[in-house]
């Protein structure tokens, strides 16, 4: 797949996710096929002003590339000039028109300005001025299901330069409620003739494949599905190629890439940090394992690095265990 000049390894994307989607947990959904990588939703003004915090969602490594930077924002001329600011950090830029959280729309900025389409062509306008990069859109179907005008909204990025547009097909009133409308990213995909890629509901190999047949996009995005589960990267690349399915990961595989991301995420933050980081993570790779519910209510309760590991390491053996009993002839 090609978002203008960009070439991607393959047709799975990994979406940007606020307080998910760092260094650690793309590097590591990298490594399980993912053709492109974003950045968590960065915002236009704390680039201009130059907010440390706002800094550190840039950092970045070249194992992970291709990477997109996300920005957020409602100013045509903040946007275009944090874009010009960090384009050479990544390599395309996207603009966030899907976000329902409450604090980004009080900015008016995210799926808020679905509600001003004038405004959303102004910016991609000035965005595709300022930037030479690949340019791509992500929204949501409109802001309720009085107000739908994904059409709409697609026609203007495509007019305005975009190179590429996201539909995740629920509007913001629903948030993440409901069931993802796959029709409408195939109405879409009929309309343009720039790539759209579908997102929403994937949680299997066989999704993915299924969302491609029956919308015709050109490529998936991946979001919750993948929380805890990069093996769902590796059988939605395996399906898009029409090759056979794998088993589900060994209890084995499971902590080693548990594992694996806590290192990457040390290296990035620091034990401290890691510690409270990391244990949303930890709790979603033990997830539909014997045990599960205590081990995650010890993470949470960890306060040390060492006494993290522990936790982990036991659990996983455990795990091991029954699993090596439940195949014992």
């Not at 797949?1 to 590097?27: C, F, K, N, V, W």
């Not at 107000?147 to 330069?161: D, K, P, T, Y």
């Not at 494949?209 to 029956?214: D, I, P």
């Not at 990035?268 to 940090?273: C, D, E, N, T, V």
């Amino acid at each position: 797949m090609h978002i203008g000049s960009l070439r991607l390894s393959s047709r799975i994307i990994l979406a940007p996710m606020a307080g998910i989607s760092d260094l650690p947990y793309r590097l590591t959904m990298k490594s399980f096929g993912v053709g492109l990588a974003y950045t968590e939703m960065v915002s236009a003004k704390g680039l201009l002003y130059s907010g440390q915090r706002t800094h550190e969602l840039l950092c970045s490594d070249p194992a992970e590339r291709p990477l997109g930077i996300q920005l957020f924002g409602n100013d045509p001329a903040d946007l275009a000039t944090a874009a010009a600011m960090v384009a050479d950090q990544g390599d395309l830029i996207d603009l966030n028109l899907g976000c329902p959280v409450s604090k980004v729309i009080r900015g008016g900025a995210g799926s808020a300005l679905l509600r001003d389409p004038l405004r959303v062509g102004q910016i991609i306008a000035a965005l595709r001025r300022a930037v030479s990069c690949p340019l791509t859109v992500k929204i949501r179907s409109g802001w309720d299901s009085a107000s739908i005008n994904f059409l709409e909204i697609g026609r203007i990025a495509a007019n305005e330069g975009a190179d590429a547009i996201t539909l995740h097909p629920r509007t913001r009133s629903q948030g993440f409620g409901g069931q993802a409308d796959w029709e409408q990213i195939g109405t879409l995909k009929a309309t343009l003739t720039i790539p759209v890629i579908g997102s929403g509901d994937i949680l299997t190999g066989a999704d993915a494949k299924r969302m491609v047949e029956t919308t015709g996009c050109d490529a998936v995005m991946i979001g919750r599905g993948a929380y805890g589960n990069p093996w769902l990267i590796r059988d939605a690349v395996r399906a898009l190629d029409h090759q056979p399915a794998l088993p589900a990961p060994t209890p084995a595989e499971r902590q080693k890439t548990a594992l694996d991301h806590l290192e990457r995420q040390v290296a990035m933050m620091g034990p401290h940090k890691t510690v409270l980081e990391m244990r949303k993570h930890l709790c979603w790779y033990a997830r539909g394992l014997s045990g599960a519910a205590a081990f995650r209510a010890a993470i949470n309760q960890a306060t040390t690095l060492a006494g993290q590991q522990a936790l982990v390491t036991t659990f996983f053996q455990t795990a091991m265990q029954l699993d090596e009993f439940s195949h014992a002839p």
